[in-house]
């Protein structure tokens, strides 16, 4: 069964770094698009990051040059390094496979306060 | 960046009736590579539409996607209890891949 699992949130002060984990079972990260999409309390759907099969990378606008995606085939992990957070930067935090995304995962909440 | 508006922002209809949800790009999505999601509260979204017109395994039939180039359009036969929900439409055309702010379906 095709499962991804979100971890690594938690609450930071801001200006302060996560990593969050995807760990796939199920499927091969390298062969998949996995994306993250976050979502702040009560409000919509935010699309983060993608990681294509070939390696690419792309980020909304608002996370270039703070948030990284990068993928362990080892492990079948992705991961987002998210640097220099902000308050805005609180939500839930989801990572999805596929071309769209069609299986995500539960999330997991980063909390960015003082 | 390719910006979509959803209308209308909320929907208000009683069980059996036809929903028609609207999404509108900034410009054309190519490929037609427009995505429609569902989400209830507390969970996950669920992804229904790809494509602008396949439906996802699993996904009912009442489920339609239609359109191409700016407008396109998801709409639910007749609704089930289940259906009231969030709706969100995404394209995956070009980065970066952008929602829309979404569809409120509610019980009138």
């Known amino acids: 069964e095709v499962q991804l699992v979100e971890s690594g949130g938690g609450l930071v002060q801001p200006g302060g770094s996560l990593r969050l984990s995807c760990a796939a079972s199920?499927?091969?990260?390298?062969?998949?698009?996995i994306s993250w999409v976050r979502q702040a309390p009560g409000k919509g759907l935010e699309w983060v990051s993608v990681?294509?099969?070939?390696?690419?990378?792309y980020y909304a606008d608002s996370m270039k040059g703070r948030f990284t995606i990068s993928r362990d085939n080892s492990k079948n992990t992705v991961y987002l390094q998210m640097n220099s957070l902000r308050a805005e930067d609180t939500a839930v935090y989801y990572c999805?496979?596929?071309?769209?995304?069609?299986?995500w995962g539960q999330g997991t909440l980063v909390t960015v306060s003082s | 960046e390719i910006v979509l508006t959803q209308s209308p922002g909320t929907l208000s209809l009683s069980p059996g009736e036809r929903a028609t949800l609207s999404c509108r790009a900034s410009?054309?999505?190519?490929?037609?590579?427009l995505a429609w999601y569902q989400q209830k509260p507390g969970q996950a979204p669920r992804i229904l539409i790809y494509?602008?017109?396949g439906r996802a395994s699993g996904i009912p039939d009442r489920f339609s996607g239609s359109g191409s180039g700016t407008d396109f359009t998801l709409t639910i036969s007749r609704l089930e209890p289940e259906d009231f929900a969030v709706y969100y439409c995404?394209?995956?055309?070009?980065?970066?891949?952008?929602f829309g702010q979404g569809t409120k379906v509610e019980i009138k």
């Open positions: 999805a496979r596929g071309f769209p995304a069609g299986r």
């Open positions: 199920g499927l091969t990260v390298s062969s998949n698009y």
């Open positions: 990681i294509y099969i070939d390696g690419s990378t």
């Open positions: 410009e054309s999505v190519s490929s037609n590579y």
């Open positions: 494509g602008a017109s």
């Open positions: 995404q394209q995956y055309a070009s980065s970066p891949w952008t």
